[in-house]
C-alpha cells in the first residue's frame, strides 16, 4: 500500500479542537466533518487540499480529546498519511481503528516541509522526499496493525473474525 | 522484573502473571463508558460487526453529557440515536437528563468504578477513575465499539513515571493547583504513552475530590492514565458509593519507571496555565494583570461539591465585579442538590453567578456561555487550547475553583488570598 501527495506542514501539539472544532460535533457524517476540517489552524486547508495529500506535523499530534471524528475529518478530507515525530496515544489509536495510515519518523519530519511532494510505502516504512530527493525509513506497522489496516479498519477486522 | 500499579492491574485483566513495557496485550474489560457525542460515531460502527447485543448489559455506561440538555436540534437527534440504542439494548447504565450528570463525576458517585478495575471510555478524561486505584483511560468510538461487542481491548502496556508526593498543600492549593503544576513540569507530552503513578506521604493530604481532578488531568500530559495509590480515603469513598467487589494493586517494591519526581505540596502555589497551552503554567504570584469576561466553575475537572464548597466560600457575603459573567455547573444532580442543601447555590447566586444544570457545556465549547472574539475566561476546566471555548481568538485561563472564584469578584485573575487581605 502507497501513499503520494503534496505536504500540509504543522508545528506542535496540534489538537482535535483545531483538527474538528467541538461546535461541530452534532454530527457524526464524514463529508460534513472534512468541511471543517483543521478549520481554526489553517482556515485555507479545506480549500487547498487534494486527494492523496499528506499531513505532516512535529510532536504529538492529535492530543486533547479522544473524538474519532478528527481522524474521520482528516481520512475524508482526502488525506492518504500523516506523518509526525510522535502522536497522542488515543489520536493514534483512533486512527489505526478507522484505516487512517499514520507514521512516526521525526528525521522525515525534519527533511519535509509545506508543498513537498512525498510518497509513503506502508508495508516498509519508506518515505521519500520526491521534491528535494531524500528518503528516511519509519518503522512499519506491527502486523496485527497491518492486518486492520488491509480491512480497513477494526469493525472489518472484527467482523471477518467473527466470521471466521 | 517489579511491576507499577498500572501494570499489574492489565496483567491480571489479560490473565496473565506477569507484563512488561511495550508488550501488546488483549485486556478483559469492566466498563465500558461513552457520550452523546462519541456513542453516535461507536453505535454505527456496532452495528456495522453485526452483533446483536452488548456483551454485559451492566458493564455498559452511557450518559448524553456534552450537548445536553438538547442544544440544538442535530444534538437532539444524536441524543435520540443513544437513547434507542440504550433501550434496545437493555443497557443497565443510561442516564437521562434528570439522572445524569458529567459522566466523569457521574461513574464514580454512582459506585460503578471501583479500585482495581479497568475502564475503557469514549472520552479523554476518562483517566479520571485512576483516583479511585482503577486503571481506565480515553479510547475512540470504534475502540468503544468494540468494546461493547466483545467486553475486551488491545493494549500497549505503558511504563510509568512516579510521583512521590511529600508534604502538605498550604493555603488555597488544591489538586487542581498540584496538576497544573505537574503539567507545566513536564509539559503536554511529557507523558506521551505512560502511566502517572501518585504514591507517598503527601497523598493523605489530598481529598478523594481532589484527586480525581488530578488524574482527570493526566491526560493533558499525554499520559495513557493517571492511577493513585489505595488508601484509607479511597476505601472509605468506594464503601459509601459502591457495591461493587474490589482489588488493591500495589507497585511491586522493584517496579520500574522512567522517572521519579519528588513533590513537595508545600511549595506549590495557586496555579494558572496561561492559553493555550494546559502546560503554559504560571504561579498565581506571575500572572501579572489580567482582565476577565468570564468565569466558569465545574466540569469533569472540578465540579464536585468540594469544588463548590471553595467557590461559595470566597463568592458567599461578596459580589462578583459588574461585568464579569459567573456560570457555575454542578457535575450531577446529587451534587446539585448537596450543594442546595447546604446553602452553596443561595450563596453563589446572591453574589451574581448563574447556576447551569450539570452539563459539559461551554468546557469545550458546547453552548452555555461561549466566549465572544477577544474576550477572556478564567476556567476550571482542562483545556485552554485556541478556540476551545468560543472564538479562536477568545483565551482560556485554566485555574482552581478558587482562584476562579477569587477572580470573579476582582474582575481580573487574584490570588484568593490577595482578596481577603484587601478586605
Known amino acids: 500500500m502507497k501513499a503520494k501527495g503534496r505536504v500540509f ?3 506542535n501539539n496540534v489538537d482535535t479542537d483545531v483538527i474538528i472544532p ?4 452534532n454530527t457524526s457524517d464524514p463529508k460534513e466533518l472534512a468541511a471543517h476540517c483543521m478549520e481554526d489552524i489553517d482556515p485555507d486547508f479545506v480549500k487547498n487540499v487534494k486527494p492523496g495529500d499528506i499531513i505532516v506535523a512535529d510532536r ?3 492530543c486533547g480529546s479522544s473524538r474519532e471524528h478528527a481522524p474521520i475529518a482528516i481520512k475524508a478530507s482526502g488525506i492518504s498519511c500523516v506523518i509526525a515525530s510522535t502522536f497522542a496515544r488515543i489520536f493514534y489509536r483512533n486512527a489505526i481503528n478507522i484505516g487512517l495510515p499514520i507514521l512516526e519518523c521525526e528525521q522525515a519530519v525534519k527533511g519535509i516541509e509545506a508543498g513537498d511532494e512525498v510518497e509513503v510505502d506502508f508495508d516498509t516504512g519508506v518515505i521519500k522526499n520526491l521534491t528535494k530527493g ?3 525509513k519509519a518503522r512499519p506497522f506491527p502486523e496485527f496493525m497491518k492486518k486492520i489496516m488491509a480491512a480497513d479498519g477494526l469493525v472489518n477486522y472484527i467482523r471477518a473474525k467473527a466470521e471466521e | ?7 499489574k492491574i492489565l496483567a491480571a485483566h489479560a490473565g496473565l502473571s506477569s507484563v512488561e513495557p511495550g508488550q501488546l496485550i488483549e485486556a478483559d474489560l469492566d466498563l465500558v463508558l461513552g457520550n452523546d457525542i462519541t456513542s453516535p460515531v461507536a453505535i454505527r460502527e456496532f452495528e456495522k460487526m453485526g452483533i446483536n447485543e452488548v456483551y454485559d448489559k451492566a458493564k455498559v455506561a452511557l450518559v448524553p453529557d456534552h450537548f445536553t440538555p438538547n442544544k440544538d436540534i442535530k444534538a437532539a437527534e444524536q441524543c435520540r440515536f443513544v437513547r434507542e440504542f440504550a433501550h434496545k439494548m437493555e443497557v443497565e447504565n443510561y442516564f437521562e437528563v434528570g439522572e445524569m450528570g458529567i459522566e466523569h463525576c457521574l461513574l464514580p458517585e454512582r459506585g460503578l468504578v471501583v479500585p482495581g478495575d479497568l475502564v475503557i471510555g469514549a472520552d479523554s478524561h476518562t483517566c479520571t477513575y485512576g483516583a479511585l486505584g482503577a486503571f481506565s483511560t480515553g479510547v475512540g468510538s470504534t475502540d468503544m465499539a468494540a468494546g461493547m461487542a466483545t467486553g475486551k481491548c488491545w493494549f500497549k502496556v505503558p511504563s510509568a513515571i512516579k510521583f512521590v508526593l511529600k508534604g502538605k498543600p498550604e493555603g488555597w492549593v488544591s489538586g487542581k493547583d498540584i496538576i497544573l503544576h505537574i503539567i507545566g513540569m513536564i509539559g503536554v507530552d511529557g507523558a506521551l504513552y505512560k502511566s502517572m503513578e501518585f504514591v507517598g506521604d503527601g497523598l493523605q493530604h489530598i481529598s478523594m475530590d481532589g484527586r480525581f481532578t488530578m488524574a482527570n488531568m493526566a491526560i493533558e500530559a499525554g499520559a495513557k492514565n493517571g492511577i493513585f495509590m489505595v488508601d484509607q480515603k479511597t476505601i472509605e469513598y468506594v464503601e459509601a458509593h459502591s457495591k461493587k467487589p474490589w482489588a488493591v494493586f500495589k507497585p ?16 506549590i502555589r495557586p496555579t494558572v496555565a496561561f492559553p493555550h497551552l494546559p502546560d503554559n503554567t504560571r504561579t498565581i504570584d506571575e500572572v501579572g494583570d489580567v482582565e476577565i469576561d468570564q468565569v466558569v466553575i465545574g466540569s469533569c475537572t472540578n465540579g464536585r461539591i468540594e469544588d463548590l464548597r471553595v467557590a461559595a466560600k470566597i463568592l458567599a457575603g461578596r459580589k462578583v ?8 455547573f454542578p457535575g450531577t444532580q446529587k451534587i446539585y442538590l448537596d450543594a442546595l442543601n447546604e446553602g452553596l447555590i443561595a450563596q453563589m447566586v446572591e453574589a451574581g453567578a448563574v447556576v447551569s444544570t450539570p452539563t459539559c457545556g461551554p468546557c469545550l465549547g458546547g453552548h452555555m456561555g461561549i466566549l465572544a472574539k477577544g474576550e477572556r475566561a478564567v476556567a476550571t476546566t482542562n483545556r485552554n487550547f485556541v478556540g476551545r471555548m468560543g472564538h479562536t481568538e477568545s483565551e482560556v485561563y485554566l485555574a482552581s475553583p478558587a482562584v476562579a472564584a477569587a477572580s470573579a469578584v476582582t474582575g481580573r485573575i487574584t490570588d484568593p488570598d490577595t482578596l481577603l487581605k484587601a478586605e
Open chain 1, 9 to 11: 506542514r504543522y508545528q
Open chain 1, 22 to 25: 467541538a461546535r461541530y460535533l
Open chain 1, 60 to 62: 504529538n499530534f492529535g
Open chain 1, 134 to 136: 531524500t528518503t528516511f
Open chain 2, 1 to 7: 522484573m517489579g511491576m507499577t500499579m498500572t501494570q
Open chain 2, 252 to 267: 511491586d517494591d522493584d517496579a520500574v519507571y522512567d522517572e521519579v519526581y519528588e513533590i513537595d505540596l508545600s511549595k
Open chain 2, 321 to 328: 465585579k459588574k461585568g464579569v459573567r459567573v456560570i457555575v
